[in-house]
Every structure is written in structure tokens, then in C-alpha cells.
């Protein structure tokens, strides 16, 4: 019986996948926004996935965007993203990922490259209008992977007299 689950279920995941994709093409978007802007690192998905008045972060520019993925890269160069769910729902699309890779190139966080992997889980949430993206939001534990290169922290010490209710 369960030689026949696993059948039915290859079978029909696949199938119930394209439906979804068919249904809200923003979909297909995200995957190959991930695919090849981030694991392959194509800097004219950049401009083909963002409007260019995109709202992420602050001071979005698509130019400004690829010069991170650029740097990104370049600290990591076999940096990959793994997309572990997908949600679509009118224009909206989020994705639950996890972002890989082996910090061999330039510095990251002022941490010179000691070859140590990263693992960090990330959501993001895609509004589109009109075939690309209008609004990204991004969220990643940052700290996690500066910790996880190696960057050592340190507490900034208190001047001055901390009990003092300067009044």
C-alpha cells in the first residue's frame, strides 16, 4: 500500500504544482528570480524580475541591487538559495528559502574569507503589478551569518556614568 502512495502522490504533486503556476504566473517568477539571480547570479534577471521603482529597503535602484548580488557573490561564490515553499495569493507571492554557500571571497562584515559555510533561513514576500516585482520584503537572520563566518562581537563599552539619571 505505501509503494502505491508514494506512486500516486509523484504522480499528482507535480501535476498540482503546474496547476498553481498556471493559475498565478508570479510563481514561476519567484522561482526563476531565485534560480538565476541568486544561485546563478544573472545580473539582467535583476532588471527583468524589479520595476524600477521597486520599494525595498531604502533607496532601491535595480543597478544598486545588482551591485549586491555582485558582492553577495563575491564573498560566496557557490552561494545558492534552496526554495522550500511557495505562497501565492492575488499579487502577492512568499517564499520560505534557505541560503547556502562557503565564504571563500572578499570580506564580509569586515571578516576576511576562513572558507566557512553558511546556512541561514530566509522569508520573502513578492507584490508584482503588471509582471514585476513593485514591493520585496526580506527578512534573514544577518547576525546568525556573520556569526556563522566567523565575526567575532564585542560589547560597545558605556561612557560615562550609566546610573546617572542626567537630570
Not at 57 to 74: C, K, L, Y
Not at 83 to 101: K, L, Q, S
Not at 119 to 134: M, N, Y
Request: charged content about 20%; hydrophobic content about 40%.
Amino acid at each position: 500500500m505505501n509503494a502505491i502512495r508514494s506512486v500516486v502522490l509523484t504522480v499528482l504533486v507535480p501535476a498540482a504544482v503546474a496547476a498553481s503556476v498556471s493559475v498565478n504566473p508570479n510563481i514561476q517568477r519567484v522561482r526563476d528570480y531565485w534560480q538565476q539571480v541568486w544561485s546563478e547570479g544573472n545580473l539582467q534577471a535583476v532588471a527583468e524580475f524589479y520595476d524600477p521603482a521597486c520599494k525595498q529597503g531604502e533607496d532601491f535602484t535595480i543597478e544598486g541591487f545588482q551591485r549586491n548580488v555582485t558582492r553577495q557573490r563575491e564573498s560566496f561564490p557557490d552561494f545558492s538559495v534552496e526554495v522550500h515553499e511557495v505562497f501565492a495569493h492575488d499579487n502577492w507571492v512568499a517564499t520560505r528559502v534557505t541560503y547556502r554557500g562557503t565564504h571563500t571571497g572578499r570580506k564580509m562584515f569586515g571578516q576576511e574569507a576562513m572558507n566557512k559555510s553558511i546556512e541561514v533561513p530566509g522569508l520573502d514576500i513578492f507584490i508584482f503589478k503588471e509582471g514585476k516585482c513593485v514591493e520585496h520584503l526580506h527578512v534573514a537572520d544577518h547576525l546568525d551569518l556573520a556569526l556563522q563566518i566567523g565575526v567575532k562581537l564585542a560589547p560597545t563599552p558605556i561612557t560615562g556614568n550609566p546610573d546617572a539619571s542626567g537630570g
